[in-house]
C-alpha cells in the first residue's frame, strides 16, 4: 500500500461562503502545513517517515499495561475565559484515561462488523502538573510562512516553556486565533502535535523544530467534556460537540498514528489509494464532516482485510467526525501507540515502561513529604550495579550517588532536602535493567 507521512497533523477546516451552512465542506489542512515542513524541514520529514515505517513494523509489542505518561499541562490564557478551571483539566484527563483503555461509555456504539478489530491501549495518563501563564500574545498560523505557533512554547515569547519532552508529554492550551486573509475567516485550528522522531537523533544543520518544542497544543475550547466555552463553525450557525475527543485524537499523532483516511487532501491525491499504514482500518478517500454518518462508504471496493466492502469507520478518534461518534482505536493503531512508546518516546514511560521491576529491592522514604532530610531505606540484592537520583519534575537530577555510596544489604541514606524547592521529587534506585521509583515532596 502507498504510505504518505505527512509530518504535522491537526484539525483544520475551511469554509467556503459560496455554500450553505448544511451543506459546507470540511476539508483538512494537513497538506497546507506538510507544504510548509517540506520546504522548511525536509530532514525533519524524513525523519517522521522513518520512525512510522519502523513502529509499524514492529510486530513484538510488550503486552505489559498500563504504560503511564505523566503529562504537563500549560493553560497559556490572554482572557479569562482561557484559563480552564482545574476541574475541566482533570475531566480531560479521565477521558484520555477511558478512551485509551477503552473504558468509555459509548463503546457500544460502535458497529458489529468493527467490534472484533477494537483494541486498549492500555496507555495511563497521569496529570504532574498544571502550569500557568497569563499572555499578551496572540498565537496564530500564517499560511504563507514556517510559524508552528512555537511562542507558545517559550516563556521569553508569551508562553510557557515545556518541561523535558522526553519525560512528560507536555500539552499547550491556549485560544488558537482563526486562519484568515484580511478580513475573510478561512477556517479554524483546533490543535496539533508532532508524531514521533528520534529525539536523540534529530536533524542537525537544518531549521527544523527544537525538542524542547514539541508536544500537543489544543484550543481552549476542545477541552473536556465539561468545557463551558463553545465553538461555532466559522461561517457557520452551530456549534462543535466538545467531548475531548480532539485531545485523544492529537495524543494519537504524537504516538504515531495518521488520519484514517491516509492523509490525501487539498494539495496532493486523495483517494483511496491512500493508507494509514494500519490494516484493519478501511481505506476511504476523505475525512468525515464532523458528522455521524453511519451510511459512510467512500471507497467502493473489497477491503483485503475484512475481504468485504466495509463502510468507512467513522467512530475511529482518528477520523474527523464528530466528537458524540468517536469511540475506538484498533488494534493495529493500538500495535503501533505502544511500539512507539517502546521506541523514540520510551522516555515517556520512566519506571512504568519497559525496565523491569526487581521486587528483590525496596525503597522507602520518612518523612514524606520531607522539609530539612528525609532518610531514604532500601534493600539491595547482592552484586548490584546500583545507583540512585533524584529528579525534578521538569526531568533534572537533582541529587545522585554513586555505586561506590551504596552496598548490597539494607541501608539508611540521609537525603538533604533543605537545598530543594517545595515540591515533587522522583527517586529512582536503579539496579542494571531494572529500577524501583518513589515519590518524594518537598513541603516548606
Not at 73 to 97: G, M, T, Y
Not at 199 to 211: A, D, Q, R, T
Request: charged share 15%; net charge negative; hydrophobic share 40%.
Amino acid at each position: 500500500m502507498r504510505l504518505s507521512l505527512l509530518p504535522l497533523f491537526l484539525l483544520f477546516y475551511v469554509i467556503t461562503t459560496a455554500q450553505t451552512p448544511a451543506t459546507r465542506p470540511v476539508i483538512c489542512g494537513n497538506d497546507v502545513f506538510s507544504d510548509m515542513l517540506r520546504a522548511h524541514y525536509p530532514e525533519l520529514k524524513a525523519n517522521f517517515e522513518a520512525t512510522f515505517e519502523a513502529a509499524r513494523q514492529n510486530t513484538s509489542v510488550s503486552q505489559r499495561s498500563p504504560y503511564t505518561i505523566q503529562v504537563v499541562v500549560h493553560v497559556v490564557w490572554k482572557n479569562l475565559a482561557e484559563n480552564l478551571a482545574d476541574s475541566i483539566i482533570e475531566n480531560q484527563i479521565q477521558v484520555l484515561n477511558a478512551d485509551y483503555n477503552r473504558l468509555n461509555a459509548d463503546t457500544g456504539q460502535l458497529r458489529s462488523v468493527f467490534q472484533p478489530v477494537a483494541g486498549n491501549a492500555g496507555i495511563k495518563f497521569e496529570l504532574a502538573n498544571i502550569v500557568r501563564v497569563q499572555t499578551e500574545q496572540n498565537f496564530a498560523v500564517s499560511l504563507f510562512g514556517s510559524n508552528l505557533l512555537t511562542e507558545v512554547k517559550h516563556d521569553a515569547d508569551g508562553g510557557s516553556t515545556a518541561w523535558n519532552t522526553q519525560q512528560y508529554l507536555n500539552i499547550w492550551i491556549c485560544k488558537i486565533q482563526p486562519i484568515a486573509l484580511g478580513p475573510i475567516v478561512l477556517g479554524q485550528i483546533l490543535g496539533f502535535a508532532f508524531p514521533p522522531a528520534d529525539l536523540v537523533n534529530w536533524p542537525s544543520g537544518s531549521n527544523s523544530p527544537n525538542p524542547d518544542e514539541d508536544g500537543v497544543v489544543v484550543d481552549y475550547r476542545m477541552i473536556g467534556s465539561n468545557n463551558p466555552n463553545t465553538i461555532a463553525v466559522p461561517g457557520g450557525t452551530t456549534n462543535l460537540v466538545v467531548r475531548g475527543r480532539t485531545l485523544s485524537h492529537e495524543i494519537g499523532h504524537y504516538l504515531g498514528l495518521r488520519h484514517i483516511w491516509g492523509d490525501g487532501g487539498l494539495l496532493g491525491p486523495n483517494d483511496c489509494a491512500q493508507s494509514d499504514g494500519v490494516d484493519d482500518t478501511p481505506f476511504a478517500n476523505a475525512q468525515s464532516n464532523f458528522d455521524c454518518d453511519q451510511t459512510r462508504n467512500t471507497c467502493d471496493q473489497v477491503e483485503d482485510f475484512y475481504a468485504a466492502d466495509t463502510p468507512d469507520l467513522i467512530e475511529n478518534y482518528m477520523d474527523y467526525s464528530s466528537e458524540s461518534c468517536m469511540n475506538m482505536f484498533t488494534k493495529g493503531q493500538v500495535n503501533i501507540m505502544r511500539s512507539v512508546l517502546e521506541g523514540p518516546r520510551v522516555g515517556l514511560l520512566g519506571s512504568s515502561g519497559l525496565v523491569e521491576i526487581n521486587t528483590a529491592a525496596r525503597l522507602e522514604i520518612f518523612p514524606n513529604p520531607a522539609s530539612e532530610r528525609a532518610t531514604v531505606s532500601f534493600t539491595l540484592p547482592e552484586n548490584s550495579d546500583v545507583s540512585l537520583q533524584v529528579t525534578s519534575m521538569d526531568g533534572r537530577i537533582v541529587q545522585q550517588f554513586s555505586p561506590q555510596t551504596l552496598a548490597a544489604g539494607q541501608q539508611n541514606l540521609i537525603l538533604e532536602t533543605k537545598t530543594l524547592a517545595a515540591g515533587l521529587y522522583l527517586l529512582q534506585l536503579r539496579m542494571g535493567n531494572s529500577v524501583v521509583t518513589s515519590r518524594l515532596v518537598i513541603a516548606r
